[in-house]
Structure formats: structure tokens, C-alpha cells
């Protein structure tokens, strides 16, 4: 595949996004442990982020003496993992011990406190430069098992590896396959085709899982589920190491390749599954706003960059007419909703950011090659390197499986990790004690509960979580400065808890998807825009995101999910 293909398709973006939007997610879960379920308005989330990734980025690079230009302490050469979870042990210890003198505080009393806490932090670790390098980039540090990729290589090591993340990916697809729990009996020759399309993509056990599962109304288990993973990844290391090294292209698509078209089925079954109280007509609703939100910007696409300034601006005044239009249009529908849908609006909403993304991902991404010398063969080539997004087509070295989608991998990994956490947590009756502080602390005091206590658990185990992100953020970036750690990013990720809806963990997960898929598509948006206008959105893209805030909180202030209920205490 010649190299302008490789560069065209956007499948690369795409897990550069997910991977933001995973540790983002981590942040958000953490938060969500402080502030949704235990109540503590806690706007210092920043510091905990911080002393995670610098933490591990110590305690994984060589003595400062090896490492010239770099100054600081420790420097032990530890393994990542252990290196990680000593980020997270410093990080939740830390956060119990700020907790003790600042969690008797109420309200914004013990916001004004955590938030100077996390000044000060930052001011270390930028002042100081024995510790770590002070306002100088913290770097010499090696991601982990770089020389393994890309994958599937040589070497036992190399094929260890591929064998492991074959099992990762195809236990969490079939599990996730099962857990659908909405396989109906086939009816009529499409559900057929598509129950078809399940069973041979979920290697049969999945789907099988699924039935039984809706039959019996009880959750899927995971057991069939690993043992599935566990044959795949015997599988793949068994070919990758009996075939040879110039047909590892062939292994990686039959294996990865197959994986990333199950991830389309699945999330056509989870869209379906998700949206089925939705008619047809109301499915229509939603791929017409999407279309028409597009439509806004035919002017700018046409003759927003015309040679001719006149033009330009012409096509720039009559897209903000058009927009202006269009967003009004959706505020008189929405006053008139019921007359058309007995569903929310909102979920109308979800439908059309569905399909922008597909439209986004399958054809926009295309129309700017289809025009050209051999456009319908680059526009096939994008196709099918979106289709197959695990892969990345290399001129050079072929079909490769590259880091960039095993640290992507590894994020979700930590994330379904923090999750599990997470939920275990707050579904347990200390969660449930928790949600009571959070209500009430006197009444949970009243019933023998040690209010303070708890707070100072879910300092230790959201600050804990925290610090993971901050782990995988040193990987990702390879370096460390304290800019990284801006303090606004504590609101940020209170904003993605907000948005998906407090005291839910999926919530929080939703919520720092839409903030950073609506970042990057103002950054799609702006490409529109002549350069001087264009840097102008991505520069009010805050202002925008405040604005839908007050949107949501006026017409849902519970949060896009919404809060999972219960708050009795056993």
C-alpha cells in the first residue's frame, strides 16, 4: 500500500483518541470516587495525577549519574508494573494524609484547601530541581517491551506477547458479545445474516453465551469467555511462531484483523441493543440533524478557501447564518418534542453524534481523495485500514500491529481494571455508606458509621486511581514536565463527571468520551474555517463546552446517564 494511504485513513487518530479518552476516563472514576458517591468537593484531583506519573517516572529511570543533562532523586531502574503501582501506593497514601486535616472542612472550605494543596505540589516538582529535574523535562525512561514491536516479531518473548494480547482482546470481545444479553431467535432472512454475523465473530461461544444468557435472564459467565481467549492466543503464538517472519502480515489479519470487524458487529449490536425502544421514524430524526449539522458547512467546503477573499468571506458569513439557523431550529424542536416523539430528545441527540462519527470515520475522511490521480483506489485503501483500525499498513513493513495500538490496549486493560475496582466498591456496602455520607452525614453518623473514616478511605482509593493515569501518561509522553499537570485539569474531568452523571462510574467513562470527542471535532470543524477563523473555534472550544454544560444541567441536571439509585446501609 503506497505510503499517502497509510497517511489518509484516520484509523491511527482514532486510537490516538481512545487512548486520551482512557486515561481521561481513569481520572474521571477517580473523581467520581470523591466527589459522586462520597460528596467531597475535591478540585486538588490534578496533584494526585501528578505524583503518579512522577512517582513511576523515578522509580523506573536509571541512577541520575547515568543519565546525563538529568537531575534527580531515587532512580532505581524498576520494572514498569511494580513502578506503577508504586506511583499508586504513594499517591493514595498522600491523598489519606491531606484528607486528615482537610476532610473535617465542609464545602468550600476543603475545595479552597485541596485546590492550595495542589499549587504547592506543582510548585515543587517545578522549583525544585533535585527532585525531578525541576522546570526541566523529567526524560530518559524507555516505554515498556519497545523492542518486542511491532507485532507479531520474533523471538519467544515477541510471540509470548502477541499470544497474551490476542487473549485480552478476544476474552473481553466475547465476554462483552455475551453481556449484550439481546440475542432474539432469528427471524426473517436479515436477522439470519446478522445472527450469522455474531456467531462466527464472537467464535460462536460468545453469541452462544448471549442466548443463554437472555433465556435464563442471569449475567453470562466469564468462564466460557477466557477459555476462548485462552485457545485464540494458543492459536496466534502457535502461528506466529511456525510461520515464518515474512508472512506475519497474514497472522496479524487473521487474528487482529478478524478482532477489529468483530468490534464493528459489536458495536452495531450495542447501538441496536442500546436504542431499541427508538421507531424508525425516530432513527430518521437523528440522521437528519446529523446531515443537517453537515450540511451547514457546504460553503465553507466549497469556497471557504477560495482564491478570492470576497468569497471566502461570503462563505464564512453564510455558515455562521446556517449554523445560527440550525441551532435555533433545535431549540424551537425541542419546545415542541412531544408532538413528534415519545422518546427524549436527548437520546435523538446520541443518534446523531452516532452517525456524525460514522459519516466522519467512513466517507468524510475519503472526500478529499476521492477526486485525485487514483482517488478510488486510496479512498478503497482508507476503507479498509479504518475497517481493519488494530493494524496499521506500513509501506515498509507491511500489515503491523504497532505500540501506539498495544499501549492503546494496555490503557483499556487498566481501565476495565479501575472500573472493576470501582464498581465493586460502590456496589458493596461500603459504597452504600458512602452514598449515605454523601446524603447525610449526621443520620450515617447516627447509625454507628464513622463518617470520617470513609471520607478518608475514598481520598485514598480515588487519589489511587488517579495516580494509574498518571502512570500510563509518563509511557504515553516518555517525559515529564509540570505543565503538563495544568491545575485546570481537575475541572475538567469534574466536567466529564458531571456531563455522564455523578455517582456512576459508566457516567464518567461517557462523559470524558464526549469531551474529548467534541474537542476533537471542533479541531475537525476548524479545518473548515479559513486559518484566522479556524484558530478562533479551537480557541473558544472552552467557551462552547461551558456553554453545553449549562445546557445539560439545565435540561438534565442529573447527567446524560444519570445516578445510579440505592443508598441504604447494611
Known sequence: MAEGEAKMAISSSLV???????????????????????????????????????????????????????????????????????????????????????????????????????????????????????????????????????????????????????????????????????IRSARGLRERIVHLLLAVFSLGIGYLLARRARREGTSPNPRPAVFAGVVVGIVGMVLAFATPSALNDGVALVTLGVFSVFTWVLGGVLYTTYYSELTRRDHVYGVAASLAFLATFLPLVLFGKSSDPLLSIVALLLTGVLLATFFYGLYRLAGRWTDYSDVSMIRIIGVAAVWLFLLRYW???????????????????????????????????????????????????????????????????????????REDEDVATALGKNAFSYKVQSMALGSGIAALAGGLTAIQFQSLTWSIFRVEITFIVLLMVIIGGTANNRGAILGAAIYWGFARGTTDIAAFFPSAAGSSIIALRRVIIGALLIIILYYRPEGLWGEESGVSIE
Open 16 to 182: 490516538a483518541l481512545g487512548t486520551t479518552i482512557g486515561i481521561f476516563a481513569l481520572l474521571a472514576i477517580g473523581m467520581n470516587i470523591k466527589f459522586g458517591y462520597t460528596g467531597l468537593l475535591e478540585i486538588g484531583h490534578v496533584a494526585f495525577y501528578l505524583l503518579g506519573a512522577y512517582v513511576t517516572a523515578l522509580l523506573v529511570l536509571r541512577p541520575a549519574g547515568q543519565n546525563p543533562g538529568q537531575i534527580y532523586i531515587l532512580g532505581l531502574n524498576w520494572p514498569w508494573i511494580p513502578a506503577i503501582i508504586g506511583g499508586v501506593f504513594v499517591a493514595a497514601v498522600i491523598g489519606a494524609l491531606v484528607a486528615l486535616p482537610a476532610i473535617r472542612l465542609r464545602e468550600d472550605y476543603l475545595a479552597i484547601t485541596l485546590l492550595g494543596m495542589a499549587f504547592i505540589v506543582q510548585q515543587i516538582f517545578r522549583s525544585e530541581r533535585w527532585l525531578a529535574n525541576g522546570p526541566r523535562a523529567l526524560a530518559g525512561f524507555e516505554r515498556p517491551l519497545t523492542d518486542l514491536f511491532p507485532l507479531p516479531g520474533e523471538g519467544l518473548l515477541s510471540v509470548i506477547t502477541f499470544g497474551i494480547i490476542l487473549f485480552i482482546l478476544w476474552t473481553a470481545g466475547t465476554y462483552a458479545m455475551a453481556a449484550v444479553g439481546d
Open 363 to 437: 466517507i468524510i475522511s475519503n472526500l478529499g481523495v476521492i477526486t485525485q490521480t487514483n482517488g478510488v483506489v486510496v479512498a478503497l485503501g482508507n476503507t479498509i485500514q479504518n475497517l481493519i483500525w488494530l493494524l496499521r499498513f506500513d509501506q515498509n513493513l507491511g500489515v503491523i500491529f504497532g505500540y501506539s495500538r498495544f499501549f492503546f490496549v494496555m490503557v483499556l486493560l487498566a481501565l476495565a481494571f479501575a472500573y472493576y475496582i470501582a464498581e465493586t466498591t460502590v456496589t458493596s456496602p461500603f459504597g452504600r455508606v458512602l452514598k449515605a455520607v
